[in-house]
């Protein structure tokens, strides 16, 4: 997507359809690009990934930054190969978004 945000829903509406559940599809956002550091937020009530660039953009104040590309490369690097995997590492996002109360 040129806006540089995951529309993991479908063009025009926001990953997570106002939910603040991680997916694997999140996940494959943020690693989709790896020429461009990506960061999975929650805001206004839903995870987004966007380009860590718009985190400037004052639509994005007040986001909860959760994980970013790098996040994710080295929790994949760290761990036993099966932990790379889409649904696992949206499980390990999941229970940090709760911890943090988003």
Known sequence: MGDGVSHAAGPGEPTGSRSTTVTADH???LLEHPDEERVLI???GRVEVVAAA???DPAYE???EVASTRDLD???ALSPPQKA???VLASVLQAAVARLGA
């Open 42 to 44: 929650v805001i206004q």
């Open 74 to 76: 080295a929790m994949s």
């Open 62 to 64: 007040g986001a909860l």
């Open 85 to 87: 995997d889409p649904e």
């Open 27 to 29: 996940v494959r956002a």
């Open 54 to 56: 718009r985190l400037r």
